[in-house]
């Protein structure tokens, strides 16, 4: 075999071996719609009609399968909050900040089996390995990007001297310019943004909250307001 058929057939399984993978991913994630994050490689494969070990091929554990699936649904809320973010003009903070929360709910509402798996109920027996961290830090990263543009924080009560510590290694970590009070306020936030998502999506609200856009819109001009931003 000349070199440029090598790289043909090299070519040909790398790309069959990629199609492959997105389609076991795609069988899951229907798996996941229907019986949530307790996923089972048999029965995986049973829904593509293939045989179990053959599915090893590319997953060699559930373990693995799950976190391949982690990390796309992190990847793409992250992208999903980062392209409407960059959709708002630049000198327009709140805006910026709005939108990034609004597709936050968006993507959430869209995907509930897929943001389940990133926010519900811990799956018995996995670890998330430390190639989530990225991909699960985008979120908070661009919110508290936001924030450290603002022109100033309100004042609020001093920190504790250990939360001091904690920011102060968080920003470190990161290489970030934040001060210790920003980074407060983003954190906040971040959480609080999660918490109202994770009420809606969950049906916490359910029989409380019938207007659940405006209540989500009230809240988040709440937290801009405490990030201060104008």
Request: hydrophobic content about 45%.
């Amino acid at each position: 075999m000349c070199d440029t058929e090598a790289v043909s057939a090299s070519s040909l399984r790398a790309r069959v071996r990629s199609e492959m993978h997105q389609e076991i991913k795609e069988a899951a994630r229907r798996r996941l719609a229907t019986e949530g994050a307790n996923l089972s490689l048999r029965a995986v494969a049973r829904d593509m009609d293939i045989v179990a070990s053959a599915l090893y091929r590319y997953f060699p554990s559930r373990d693995a399968l799950l976190t391949a699936l982690i990390i796309d649904a992190y990847e793409a809320l992250g992208a999903a909050a980062a392209e409407a973010e960059a959709a708002v003009p630049r000198e327009d903070l709140r805006g910026r900040w709005l939108a990034s929360c609004h597709a936050v709910r968006s993507w959430a509402l869209a995907h509930p089996a897929e943001y389940g798996l990133l926010y519900g109920n811990p799956v018995p027996g996995y670890a998330a390995p430390p190639e989530t961290v990225g991909p699960a830090s985008k979120v908070i990263l661009l919110l508290a990007a936001i924030v450290g543009e603002a022109p100033d924080v309100p004042a609020g009560p001093p920190l504790p001297g250990p939360v001091r510590e904690d920011l102060r290694r968080l920003i470190e970590e990161q290489g970030g310019g934040l001060s210790e009070e920003r980074l407060d306020r983003a954190l906040l936030a971040w959480t609080h943004l999660f918490g109202q998502v994770n009420f809606e999506v969950f049906h916490r609200l359910d029989d409380m909250v019938q207007a659940r856009a405006e209540y989500f819109g009230h809240h988040l001009a709440l937290l801009a307001d405490l990030a201060g931003l104008p």
